[in-house]
């Protein structure tokens, strides 16, 4: 059976005092059990590392229990935790290449009240939930911002045994308002009506899909960037850092091509190490790029 904590507000406990940030991350840290242990895992983590790394005052907005070291988990990133019984845990399986996830653990919702006053003038906002914890109207909290959805977690459920398993896109949870929106092709699976609507919504969609890029939903057509060649060691998390990255550069460039450049290149480079331990830095995103001046947006 899968655990859950209780659905109450709970104290706040942030790890430093947080200010506003350039960049804001909301959704659950999740525990990722791997041999002998587990590790940091969720759109919140691989994103916050991401902007961290590049520079940005990055803060986030979670629930989880208080056993979770947060500043060592995310270091140099502002977190506002609001306390829980329990921290969302995920056990990964493989069959046959494909991933295969249980649930153990679920931390409650994160509601408006749980977002801190400085944190509403946030430069960039992405909502990423893991399990639906994030409610989409959120974004209406934050004016004037870039807001970016990663919507995985809107499009999951979980069995009563704990098995993720995918569900339909429910058409009248829109996501209009979204400056960018950013899916796995392994979410999406040729839902081609999610597709659809979100295109009348957001400017921007992005679909990930590992080891073969990305295709890019901008000014009314479709296009695609290649990955950049690398030596893979752990795709987790690859499309979180894409999500981050690419809004990051378009924040500072408005340049869609250059910044699916620049995102694919730090996707290319987080996959080469476990977790979050080759998420890049600039210089070396930008040194991935120098190398690989034939992987363009076409």
Not at 187 to 193: L, N, V
Not at 233 to 256: H, R, S
Not at 262 to 279: I, R
Request: glycine share 12%.
């Amino acid at each position: 059976m899968i655990e859950r904590g209780p659905n109450d507000g709970g104290p706040s406990q942030p790890h430093t005092v947080m200010t506003a940030p350039d960049f804001l991350i909301i959704g659950h840290v999740a525990k990722d059990v791997v041999e002998g242990g587990w590790r940091s895992g969720g759109t919140v983590t691989y994103a916050a590392t991401q902007a961290s790394r590049l520079g940005l005052r990055t803060g986030v907005i979670t629930r989880a229990s208080e056993d979770v070291d947060l500043a060592r988990h995310l270091p140099d990133v502002c977190v506002h935790r609001v306390l829980s019984e329990m921290t969302t845990t995920f056990e990964n399986r493989y069959s046959e290449g494909r991933r295969v996830q249980y649930v153990r653990a679920q931390a409650p919702p994160i509601g408006a009240e749980h977002v801190p006053q400085e944190c509403r003038d946030a430069r960039i906002v992405l909502l990423g939930p893991l399990l639906g914890e994030v409610p989409i109207g959120l974004a209406r909290l934050f004016r004037g911002a870039m807001i970016g959805f990663c919507p995985q977690g809107w499009l999951r459920e979980v069995r009563p045994d704990g098995l993720v398993v995918r569900r339909p896109w429910a058409k009248p949870a829109c996501l209009r308002g979204a400056s960018v929106v950013v899916v796995s092709e392994e979410d999406i699976e040729d839902d081609d009506g999610a597709l659809e609507q979100w295109q009348g919504e957001s400017p921007i969609v992005v679909v990930t899909g590992g080891r073969g890029g990305a295709r890019i939903y901008v000014n009314g057509r479709w296009r695609k960037i290649g990955a950049f060649p690398h030596e893979e060691v752990d795709a987790t998390g690859a499309g979180d850092v894409f999500a981050a990255a690419f809004m990051i550069a378009l924040d500072e460039t408005k340049d869609v091509a250059g910044s699916a450049r620049f995102a694919a290149a730090a996707a290319g480079v987080s996959v080469e190490g476990a977790g979050t331990t080759k998420v890049a830095r600039r210089e070396e995103v930008e040194a991935a790029l120098a190398r690989h001046p034939e992987v363009v947006l076409e």
